[in-house]
């Protein structure tokens, strides 16, 4: 019997427009197993964020569940659901957000020094992981000193780094030319297979959706698997 | 000891925006710690002078008096060594303060004046009075001469040996006071750096007069050793026992309304001092805003990597205490070099006012001085920090309310 990592049940996401009310996401329920690979595609202004922030819980659902290893998320106090995610899941933006004001390394290194490793021993993983994306001679490079694709590359690291169960990318490549956008969805989805990951992916490439396990089409606030 | 390192490379950042924002807001602290520093500690100074030249020139700093009962079993010269013998007592001035009415026979101009009979050996010997006066021509008046405060001297008209025509009231036969009339010579002038006493005073030997006077109205002025000279309580006491019928009254006392005066003054600065808090509270305030604003990009990405709220709020204040407290190290620095030359800046700054309009400004000519009293800028410094810290607690508490996803599309 396969594990399931992430499992929604019935969540609804609303967000106030002025006096109305945006009704986002209605009833999700989705089931994520452990060591798949999971594309969620629809139009923009779909929720397809939405949906990805909470199950990364940095946001929160106006009604239902997001469990995560069977721990309701919305349970979970800021110290708790923190060192949860710190050390649960890695997120991957859709523009490579990274802090300015330090070095690729370094950056690669912030959420182990968060979830409390030796600055030795992040500093290690994170060299060997930046070797892997090919970056070994950029690593002491600032954000702006790096290409979109570079960057890219660096926040795949750092949502590697604590060897977290989830990966959560965010239209990974939606910011990118064509040639980096292969080479960062090669990246992504061969770092996740050989470090047997879960991986969740809002895309709006169908070419790389086909590449995941499984696909969900989010449309009119409901999720359906497509064949 | 990761939160210290973020909040070092935040309020260092590289990216231009946040630089900024930290320079504005670290010259901002300086600027703000500078005017306060200054301000205060030319109060200081002012006020400290002020009393120095009230208890060396006008009133010592012990007066010991015997108005309800005579001393008659001892002298003066008794009295003034027993006083010299009490502990912490520098030296001893038995002298008389009296209303004259004087009058220039050549100018016919006349004046109402304080006569101070004091031995002429004050002029010479090392106490706070002749630390601070100073006879124009070094003339010290024999016991047949006068001295004239400098004011006094140009009101009358009066030179170096004028003669002066002296009204004093003296002991008389038929009736309790009589006025005498006498003709002394002005042999010298005085400065003493107090106005009033120099436009109002003038100086006699003790000796000539005090039969006419009577003993009856001889004040022993009573200087101490430094330490005691606020702190006479001690000196008073024993005096007291010595001389159980003595009226003994401190520098304090004798001018409690000139003291009150400058306490009222001194409250007056406080307030003043707390309205300059108020507004660098409220630049303070606004410049921790900037910082949260600026930094909210980042703040997300901590939270969304992991970091929990106690993190971000960490590495906030201590970017806050950072910049604080190196702007306040720079304000205070500035503070006391500007403080040592203040006399010269204000110098430099009549100078030019001259150059341009050919009139001098009497307020810029004043031998301005500082006094930092460490405690003082310690307690503003500690102050100037927990404000800003406390502000930049309120500013993280409210923006960490916020989702980190929220604070991200909000960037």
């Known amino acids: 019997m396969i594990e399931s990592v992430l499992h929604l049940t019935h969540v609804s996401k609303k967000f106030l427009s002025g006096d109305s009310e945006l009704l986002i996401l209605e009833h999700i329920d989705l089931v994520l197993e452990m060591g798949r690979s999971v594309a969620i595609t629809g139009k923009s202004g779909s929720g397809k964020s939405t949906l990805l922030n909470l199950v990364g819980g940095l946001d929160s659902p106006t009604s239902g569940a997001v469990y995560l290893r069977n721990r309701k998320l919305s349970d979970m106090r800021d110290k708790e659901l923190s060192e949860f995610r710190n050390r649960n899941i890695g997120f991957v933006f859709q523009s490579h957000i990274l802090l300015d004001d330090f070095s690729a390394l370094e950056n690669v290194c912030v959420p182990a020094l968060i979830g409390g490793q030796s600055a030795r021993v992040a500093s290690q993983r994170a060299k060997e992981l930046l070797d892997r994306v090919g970056l070994a001679d950029r690593m002491n490079h600032r954000p702006q000193k790096l290409s979109g694709g570079e960057r890219q590359r660096v926040a795949i690291c750092r949502a590697l780094i604590n060897k977290p169960e989830l990966i959560i990318a965010d239209e990974p490549t939606g910011s990118l030319d064509e040639e980096s956008s292969g080479e960062i969805e090669r990246l992504l989805l061969d770092l996740v297979r050989e470090e047997e990951k879960t991986l969740l992916l809002v895309t709006h490439d169908q070419q790389l959706a086909k590449k995941c396990d499984v696909v969900y089409l989010l449309h009119n606030r409901v999720l359906q698997e497509m064949a | ?411």
């Open chain 2, 1 to 411: 000891m990761f939160s210290l390192k973020l909040a070092w490379r935040y309020a260092f950042s590289r990216s231009n925006r946040h630089r900024s924002a930290t320079l504005i807001i670290l010259s901002g602290i300086a600027v703000g710690m500078l005017a306060i520093i200054i301000m205060v500690s030319l109060m200081n100074s002012l006020q400290s002078d002020l009393l120095d030249q009230v208890k060396s020139i006008e009133s010592f700093h012990v007066q010991v008096s015997f108005i309800s009962e005579d001393p008659k079993d001892v002298s003066m010269d008794e009295i003034a060594a027993a006083l010299q013998q009490v502990p912490h007592v520098h030296s001893v001035y038995p002298h008389v303060n009296t209303q004259v009415l004087l009058q220039n026979p050549l100018t016919d101009r006349s004046t109402t004046a304080r006569l101070r009979m004091i031995d002429s050996h004050i002029w010479e010997s090392e106490n706070p009075f002749s630390d601070r006066a100073y006879l124009l021509n070094g003339k010290i008046p024999n016991p047949t001469e006068v001295v004239l405060g400098s004011s006094l001297a140009r009101k009358l008209g009066v030179y170096s040996g004028t003669p002066i025509a002296m009204t004093v009231l003296g002991s008389g036969r038929a009736v309790v006071l009589a006025p005498m009339v006498q003709t002394v010579d002005s042999v010298d002038t005085f400065r003493t750096g107090l106005p009033e006493f120099d436009e109002s005073t003038i100086i006699t030997d003790l000796y000539p007069l005090i039969d006419s006077i009577g003993p009856k109205r001889i004040t022993y002025g009573l200087y101490l050793e430094d330490a005691y000279t606020d702190k006479a309580a001690q000196v008073v006491d024993t005096i007291t026992t010595l001389y159980p019928h003595a009226t003994v009254r401190t520098w304090q006392q004798v001018n409690s309304a000139f003291y009150s005066a400058l306490t009222l003054e001194k409250i007056l600065m406080y307030l003043f001092l707390f309205f300059m808090f108020i507004i660098l509270a409220v630049n303070m305030k606004n410049a921790s805003s900037r910082l949260l604003f600026v930094k909210q990009r980042e703040l997300a990405i901590l939270r969304a990597v992991g970091a929990q709220q106690s993190l971000a709020t960490r590495v906030l204040l201590g970017q806050t205490a950072i910049i604080t407290v190196l702007g306040e190290v720079i304000g205070i620095t500035a503070g006391v070099v500007v403080g040592q030359y203040i006399g010269t800046l204000f110098s430099w700054i009549h100078t030019i006012q001259y150059f341009f309009t050919n009139k001098s400004n009497l307020l810029l000519m004043y031998p301005f001085s500082t006094q930092v009293r460490p405690l003082e800028v310690l307690v503003i410094a500690v102050l100037v920090l927990f404000l800003a810290l406390l502000f930049t607690y309120i500013g993280c508490r409210h923006a960490l309310k916020r989702e980190p996803m929220e604070m991200l599309y909000h960037d």
